[in-house]
């Protein structure tokens, strides 16, 4: 009878120990999906807010605040830029084929419109010769409105992206189940 309750006993620690592994396994799932929802919500984020520097000429108070926050949205967008493909490319195992191709596709509008900013960026920054400032400058207008509407269609896209695209397509991987171990 002693016997019989010993072994009643190691398996409810054995089922415990089964629960407490499956719900630990569940936890760390749950940290690294996170980990990725949350990378790509803060990239997403910091590149919409991301905007080509005004010109030397405009208002010199917006532009130098301006500047500042560019350049730390764009710094936090280069430093994440390898992070960002590293979680992206891994989304497959954590969440399939379907959410993978989403990620792959926002990632290519973050840093399509990193580059798009920092060329606009550039043209603004490059002094004009007053010899030729009308043609130069039409020629920089017809140039600037071409990475304009490339800022402005990737805007788009991030914007519906970090406000209804990734909690949809993240909500069913992001939901914890009630703790599962018994007592």
Same mark, same amino acid.
């Given at each position: ?43 997403? @984020?910091?590149?919409?807010?991301? *905007? ?44 399939? *084929? ?36 009308? *043609?130069? @400058? ?13 800022? *402005? ?31």
């Amino acid at each position: 009878m002693l016997n019989m309750h010993f072994t009643q006993q190691q398996v409810g620690i054995a089922v415990s120990q089964k629960d407490i592994a499956e719900d630990k396994h569940r936890l760390e799932l749950f940290e690294k999906r996170f980990e990725t929802y949350e990378l790509f919500l803060d990239m997403a @984020l910091k590149c919409h807010k991301l *905007s080509p520097d005004r010109r030397p000429y405009e208002d010199s108070t917006k532009t130098t605040n301006e500047r500042e926050k560019n350049a730390e949205y764009m710094k936090f967008v280069r430093d994440n830029e390898s992070k960002m493909i590293s979680l992206g490319e891994g989304s497959i195992f954590l969440f399939g *084929s379907e959410v993978k191709s989403i990620l792959d596709d926002v990632r290519v509008k973050i840093l399509s419109k990193a580059e798009l900013v920092d060329s606009l960026n550039d043209i603004r920054r490059t002094d004009i010769d007053t010899t030729n400032f009308i *043609s130069e @400058l039409s020629g920089k207008r017809e140039e600037e409105r071409g990475y304009q509407e490339g800022i *402005s269609s990737c805007n788009t896209f991030l914007k519906e992206f970090y406000e209804k695209k990734l909690p949809e397509i993240m909500e069913p991987y992001l939901k914890m189940t009630p703790y599962l171990a018994k007592d």
